[in-house]
Antibody, heavy 119, light 109 residues
């Protein structure tokens, strides 16, 4: 069964840091672009970042550029999101999501992990 | 940035009836639109990609149409499990700046 499972969320101070992890199973992780997508409380979805299969290309939404870093370890079937200089508006449920093949939508999602940034 | 506007924000429909949800893009995205279903406390689930292709395992009562700037998700005969929030997403540009609509809540009338 294809599965993604996030961990590492919780409460962080404004200006602080947090690192999210996403463990993949049931598929060949190294074959896929991977993404982080977030959802603020009561709001819509927002794509945050993605990373190419081998990690050579990474892209970010403008609001997190210079503060967040996406990375992956294909040997460990894991995706990461290092979040620095956190702001109150980063409070959200963060999902990791898979992009199939050469497409650019998201066919598999993790259950999500809550990140709360307090002031 | 391409802005997606979904309408209506909330749609009240009776079980067994048809539901039609709209998604409008601020500029052409060709057919690069996906639709997702999200139930409370759950992750989104892919329904439609390429504006009209059903994802694996999605019932035939779900259909998508449109191209350019106007897109529609139709649920032909609503079942109880279909009441949820629906999101559209565009993925037309590269480098990626994928954007979502604000969602339409489909509720029981």
């Amino acid at each position: 069964e294809v599965q993604l499972m996030e961990s590492g969320g919780g409460l962080a101070q404004r200006g602080g840091s947090l690192r999210l992890s996403c463990a993949a199973s049931g598929f060949t992780f190294s074959d896929y672009w991977m993404n982080w997508v977030r959802q603020a409380p009561g709001k819509g979805l927002e794509w945050v970042a993605n990373i190419r299969q081998g990690g050579s290309e990474r892209f970010y939404v403008d609001s997190v550029k210079g503060r967040f870093t996406i990375s992956r370890d294909n040997a460990k079937n894991s995706l990461y999101l290092q979040m620095d200089s956190l702001r109150a508006e980063d409070t959200a449920v963060y999902y990791c999501a898979r992009t199939p093949g050469r497409t650019r939508f998201f066919d598999t999602w993790g259950q999500g992990i809550l990140v709360t940034v307090s002031s | 940035e391409i802005v997606l506007t979904q309408s209506p924000a909330t749609l009240s429909v009776s079980p067994g009836e048809r539901a039609t949800l709209s998604c409008r893009a601020s500029q052409s995205v060709n057919s690069d639109v996906a639709w997702y279903q999200q139930k409370p406390g759950q992750a989104p689930r892919l329904l439609i990609y390429g504006a009209s292709t059903r994802a694996t395992g999605i019932p035939v009562r779900f259909s998508g149409s449109g191209s350019g700037t106007e897109f529609t998700l139709t649920i032909s005969s609503l079942q109880s499990e279909d009441f949820a929030v629906y999101h559209c997403q565009q993925y037309n540009k590269w480098p990626p700046q994928y954007t979502f609509g604000q969602g339409t809540k489909l509720e029981i009338k």
